[in-house]
């Protein structure tokens, strides 16, 4: 039995528009039947295969990329297209401290779930994510034994995000957090 990771929470919607294979100029009618913040599942005439590149163009809402993930005959799962990492212009603000632990992050409209972190550092942090993010995104992370920290996805490669919190923590605090994690040098 393959072991997926949890599908993120989708919603029914119905929104049509065309989309287009990347390197075609052949447009498609679709629809859409279901929405998430990672993809879709639509219907549509265009005869698509797995890992299949394509553009959808919705009315009033821009283009998306995305990728083919399955085609049934009743329906095309699609997911979409991450951007990649911003390259670093400046040096980082403060060190990472590489660690292995679970925060608990909740995106504006979403439940609250356990995401893992790899590092953490005053200014931000590292998550491992079960969907696919997007850059720019606003969430909530909540630290052990503090209140939620506002924060942003700076950067999205594969799985893993970089979140910059809004304010940073203060160094006492950063510095109590290490040592309860046994993490303090």
Same mark, same amino acid.
């Given at each position: ?5 949890? /599908?993120?929470?989708?919603?029914? @919607?119905?929104? %049509?528009?065309? &989309? @287009?294979?990347?390197? =075609? %100029? ?9 929405? =998430?913040?990672?993809?879709? /599942? !639509? ?24 990728? *083919? ?8 799962? +699609? =997911? ?16 990472? *401290?590489?660690?292995?632990?679970? &925060?608990? @992050?909740?995106?504006?409209? /979403? /439940? ?7 590092? +953490? =550092? ?16 606003? +969430?909530?992370?909540? +630290?052990?034994? !503090? ?8 950067? *999205? ?18 510095? !109590?957090?290490? &040592? ?6």
């Amino acid at each position: 039995m393959i072991d997926h990771p949890p /599908r993120e929470e989708r919603r029914p @919607v119905a929104l %049509s528009g065309w &989309l @287009v294979r990347n390197g =075609s %100029s052949q447009a498609y009618d679709f629809q859409i039947d279901d929405l =998430s913040y990672g993809g879709c /599942r !639509l219907r549509s005439t265009a005869k698509l295969a797995r890992g299949e590149k394509v553009q959808l163009n919705v009315l009033r809402r821009g283009t998306i990329p995305a990728t *083919v993930q399955w085609h049934n005959g009743q329906g095309i799962g +699609l =997911s979409f297209a991450t951007e990649p990492p911003e390259k670093a212009l400046k040096p980082r603000k403060g060190e990472r *401290v590489p660690l292995k632990t679970e &925060l608990v @992050v909740r995106h504006a409209g /979403r /439940r609250p779930r356990v995401l893992d972190v790899s590092d +953490l =550092s005053r200014f931000g942090c590292c998550l491992l994510c079960d969907d696919l993010p997007r850059a720019d995104e606003w +969430l909530w992370v909540a +630290l052990p034994g !503090l209140a939620p920290v506002e924060a942003r996805i700076r950067w *999205v490669d594969g799985r893993r995000a970089g979140v910059e919190f809004v304010h940073p923590i203060h160094e006492a605090v950063f510095d !109590l957090l290490l &040592l309860r994690w046994g993490l303090a040098a």
